[in-house]
Structure formats: C-alpha cells, structure tokens
C-alpha cells in the first residue's frame, strides 16, 4: 500500500479535530501561525520576510502592520492586506533610516486568526547592507575609463539626490587595479562623480578591476563586485 505523504494527511487531521468549533478554531490558529518574522534589507530596501507554519499545508492570508518603536498605534501595511505570499516590501513605510520600527504579521483562515507574530525591532541605517556598485570599462587613447553606478535603493530614490546619500553614510567607492597580475593602486572614488580615467598606462597592458562600496561612517563595505578585465591599446 502507498503511504500518503505527510503534507496530505494534516488536512484529514484537522478535518478530525473539528468537531467542535472552539478546539478547531484553536488548533488552526497554531496550524497557521507565521514563523520566523524578519526584515530583510539591501541599500535600504527594507522587506519583511516570514515563514509558512512548518507542519501545515493550507495556505492562508497574511496581514501586516508596523509602528515607529515608541509609538503606540499600530498601523496597516496597506499594500500588504490578505496577501498570499511571504514577503512584503515596507520600504515606503520604514523610509527614515535612523527610526526604529516592529512588524508584525497575523494570518487568517476560513474565519481564523492566527496571533500576531512580531519581528525583532529593526533600524535600517544599521541593518542594511550594502551593494558594490556595477562598473563599465572602456578603452580610449588616454587610458582606462571606468563608470560605476549604484545599484537602486529605495532609499535613494525616494530622496533622490546624491547629497543624502553622502551625508547619511559618506558612501564612497574603491577601486582595486590590477595590471598584467600586478596590483597597482587603489583608488577612492566619490559617488557623486562616479567615473575615472586610469591614464599613464602601458600599451596593450591587461589590467583588471573591481570595485566595492563604502559607508564610511557606518563602517561597512560591500562585497567586492565582479571582476572585469580590460587591455590597453
Ligand atoms: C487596519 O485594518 C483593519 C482591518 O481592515 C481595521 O479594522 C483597522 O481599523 C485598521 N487599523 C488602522 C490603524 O487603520
């Protein structure tokens, strides 16, 4: 005889323990309480993240609220109200990167709610991580031109300007050279003028580079971006 797989059983299990109202009622909140109700953030694009209830297959709604840590009022993620999937994106709502804000996600099912399940308290100045900017290479007469650019943050959108960038991290990017396998320099690069020439070179020399970013006053870099080789005329 097959065995049934588990994720089939547990909706025949409910089925059993429903007769009365009151103990289903209790039994599916627990079957759909969310897990593990986190944010997630890069270059301040601030998700929050949960889990289905490991041992339950059916699939309920999710709602979400928010508040400023020390507010009283929970406020509804309006964007995110009986949602099906796992995530949801409270970048608008959590937009002053030096405030601390709670989420906290309920779920619901045929009639049940689920407790609220809240996150850790979260501050995206701190918590963020941040992206190596991408670069392009070009070969000219003079040398090398590099062009970075950041990758979007929904920080930087919504301000918009370079200047708050600079002045909530003093984001600068580096530049690591190498030629013919040599390293040659490092060079600091400001966000606000993202483009360089590597001038002096040999000819026909190959010289690779990458590049990362820095908050400087948050201490924090990037991981290095990919690796891109170019070769001298
Ligand atoms: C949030 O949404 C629920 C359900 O729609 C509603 O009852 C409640 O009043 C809302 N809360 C706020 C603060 O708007």
Not at 20 to 26: F, G, L, N, R
Not at 188 to 206: F, H, K, M, N, Q
């Amino acid at each position: 005889m097959e065995v049934p797989a588990p994720r089939l059983l547990l909706p025949a299990a409910l089925l059993m323990l429903c007769f009365s109202p009151i103990q289903c009622s209790k039994d599916l909140q627990g079957e759909i309480t969310p897990q593990e109700v986190k944010f997630h953030s890069r270059d301040y694009r601030n998700i929050l993240q949960w889990k289905p209830n490991a041992l339950s297959s059916s699939e309920p709604h999710y709602f979400i609220q928010y508040k400023i840590y020390g507010e009283k009022q929970w406020l509804n993620a309006t964007q995110c109200q009986g949602i099906r999937g796992l995530l949801c994106d409270l970048s608008e709502q959590t937009s002053d990167a030096r405030e601390y804000y709670y989420a906290r996600v309920q779920a619901a099912l045929g009639g049940a709610h689920s407790p609220w399940v809240l996150s850790a308290r979260f501050n995206p100045h701190w918590e963020t991580s941040i992206s190596p900017p991408t670069m392009k290479l070009e070969v000219t007469d003079e040398g090398i031109v590099i062009h970075l650019r950041a990758q979007n943050s929904a920080y930087m959108r919504r301000k918009g300007h370079c200047v708050s960038i600079r002045k909530w991290h003093r984001l600068i990017y580096r530049i690591y050279i190498t030629c013919d396998d040599v390293l040659q320099e490092e060079r600091s690069l400001d966000v606000c003028a993202p483009e360089l020439l590597i001038a002096d070179l040999r000819p026909r020399t190959t010289c690779c580079l990458q590049a990362e970013a820095r908050a400087q006053r948050l201490g924090r870099v990037s991981a290095k971006g990919n690796k891109f080789c170019i070769t001298t005329l």
